[in-house]
């Protein structure tokens, strides 16, 4: 017999024959609902417009954004530029990522579509990252109170 702690608490009596994993999701989301600015950098330098949409959910490696327009498709890198406080001290988070997914909603209020886009971030700054890590740790404290 033997005792584990990792992902959680449990104990083998006998070991199994075949063990199957798989990866879900490398971290845990977080909802938030942070305005944001994107940009797709794929459009043609004259197409210089940038969408507003927000921020759904958040983690180490990506977010959710959610927009009333198409902002690009799968494979397509944006711009994403929010605003958000940690410590109470306000900073801009501007970072870049890849669409991974794309999927249309009906809003249930209005019947628009509403657009959300999977984004794995690329090539994150460490200033960003410690941005990222105090924001998100204290979104998980204050989702615990």
Known sequence: MQVCNYPYHYFHVKYPKDIV?????????????????????KKSRE??????????????????????????????TVRVTTRMSVAGVEDFLEVSGV??????EKDPVTSELI????VEFADLQRSHSLLL????????????R
């Open 21 to 41: 994993s798989s990866v879900v999701r490398k971290e845990a989301r977080v909802d938030v609902a942070l305005k944001s600015t994107i940009k797709n950098t």
């Open 47 to 76: 197409d210089d417009s940038s969408i507003v949409g927000f921020v759904n959910d958040l983690n180490l490696s990506g977010c959710c954004l959610k927009a009333s327009d198409v902002i690009g498709n799968p494979g397509d």
């Open 99 to 104: 669409i991974r997914n794309v999927k249309a």
């Open 115 to 118: 657009y959300f886009h999977g």
């Open 133 to 144: 890590h105090g924001y998100l740790f204290e979104q998980v404290i204050n989702e615990k």
